[in-house]
């Protein structure tokens, strides 16, 4: 089993940056690979970005490539997300998520991923 808790969220204005983190209780969370998704009112949850269990590939969302980035640490069971360079657009719950190693097709699908955090609230204002 796997607990995910993410952290790091917050207000902040257009133009800064914020650091999320997802700590895993599991002592197997150097097995999963994991992906950061997001979820503004009224919409679908959508995909911002993936690490692989070694963290030697990353995949990111159009929308936030060349700012964002994920990382992991897994001697910390844990996964970071350093947003930069934040629009009023990014405003939304950052989930965390956790599955098997995945082919790079389905890095960005929800249901590739067993496990999700509770969320944390993103919020940036123009």
């Known amino acids: 089993q796997v607990q995910l808790v993410e952290s790091g969220g917050g207000l902040v204005q257009a133009g800064g940056s914020l650091r999320l983190s997802c700590a895993s209780s599991?002592?197997?969370?150097?097995?999963?690979?994991v992906g950061w998704f997001r979820q503004a009112p009224g919409k679908e949850r959508d995909f911002v970005a993936a690490i692989n269990w070694s963290g030697a590939n990353t995949d990111y969302a159009d929308s936030v490539k060349g700012r964002f980035a994920i990382s992991r640490d897994n001697a910390k069971n844990t996964v970071y997300l350093q947003m930069n360079s934040l629009k009023p657009e990014d405003t939304a719950v950052y989930y965390c998520?956790?599955?098997?190693?995945?082919?790079?097709?389905?890095?960005?699908?929800?249901?590739?991923?067993?496990?999700w955090g509770q969320g944390t609230q993103v919020t940036v204002s123009s």
């Open positions: 599991g002592r197997t969370f150097s097995n999963y690979d």
């Open positions: 998520a956790a599955g098997p190693p995945l082919p790079r097709s389905r890095v960005a699908m929800r249901n590739s991923y067993n496990y």
